[in-house]
């Protein structure tokens, strides 16, 4: 039962722009940095973006991220096919009784 | 190049125990911070465990789903992370992945190990 909620599933046409949100609370994204992984089925989670807004070195320049408030996003502009995987927000959590880190509950990206 | 291997999973009776490990190469181990993430089937990504290095404290912390059931600690000399998980429950059936904690979250991950608790 993850505390921040994020759409089980957008899609978009190849070229076209999606965005995913991650909506938390005070303890979490209103008080810490978000992180976006991506995750192909089978392989290792890969981190995307990392404080809110940050590509790490050889991320796609259309990958892009936000936070405003409690919630944060995640855009893919010009939706390639590879990019068909599940996206997970993170970030810390300041409430004892839920978890250190916590996760989105995550979305399937699905490119028709 | 950063490199994670998990190994150790496997099929464990509910009430069983399980250690698992992780091999990591291409850094310096002992500097960094180093998590366990798992991934139930169908579901998504949860935390569950993090060692802090040595230099900044070397203590674990846990979530609660796991606090008293599962031990997490390092060997920096042999570059290897483990878990041990006691008192298993169905719940704990998952792909278990070991990764870095970096400045700015989890940046290296292994291709993760999977345990079935199963009678």
């Known amino acids: 039962q993850s505390v921040l909620t994020q759409p089980p599933s957008v899609s978009g046409a190849p070229g076209q722009r999606v965005t995913i949100s991650c909506t938390g609370s005070?303890?979490?994204?209103?008080?810490?940095?978000v992180h976006w992984y991506q995750h192909l089925p089978g392989s290792a989670p890969k981190l995307l973006i990392y404080?809110?807004?940050h590509r790490p070195s050889g991320v796609p320049d259309r990958f892009s991220g936000s936070k405003s408030g409690t919630s944060a996003s995640l855009a893919i502009t010009g939706l390639q096919p590879e990019d068909e995987a599940d996206y997970y927000c993170?970030?810390?959590?300041?409430?004892?009784?839920?978890?250190?880190?916590?996760f989105g509950t995550g979305t399937k990206v699905t490119v028709l | 190049e950063v490199q994670l291997m998990e190994s150790g999973g496997g099929l464990v009776k509910p009430g069983g125990s399980l250690r698992l490990s992780c091999a990591a190469s291409g850094f310096t181990f002992s500097n960094v911070w180093m998590t366990w993430v798992r991934q139930a089937p169908g579901k998504g990504l949860e935390w569950v465990a993090r060692f802090k290095s040595k230099a900044d404290g070397g203590t674990a912390d846990y979530a609660a789903s796991v606090q008293d059931r599962f031990i997490i600690s390092r060997d920096d000399s042999k570059n290897t992370l483990y878990l041990d998980m006691n008192s298993l429950e169905t719940e704990d059936t998952a792909v278990y992945y070991c990764?870095?904690?970096?400045?700015?979250?989890?940046?290296?991950w292994g291709q993760g190990t999977p345990v079935t608790v199963s009678s």
């Open positions: 993170q970030t810390y959590d300041s409430n004892l009784s839920v978890s250190l880190y916590v």
């Open positions: 005070s303890t979490n994204i209103g008080s810490y940095d």
């Open positions: 404080d809110n807004i």
């Open positions: 990764a870095t904690v970096g400045a700015a979250g989890f940046d290296y």
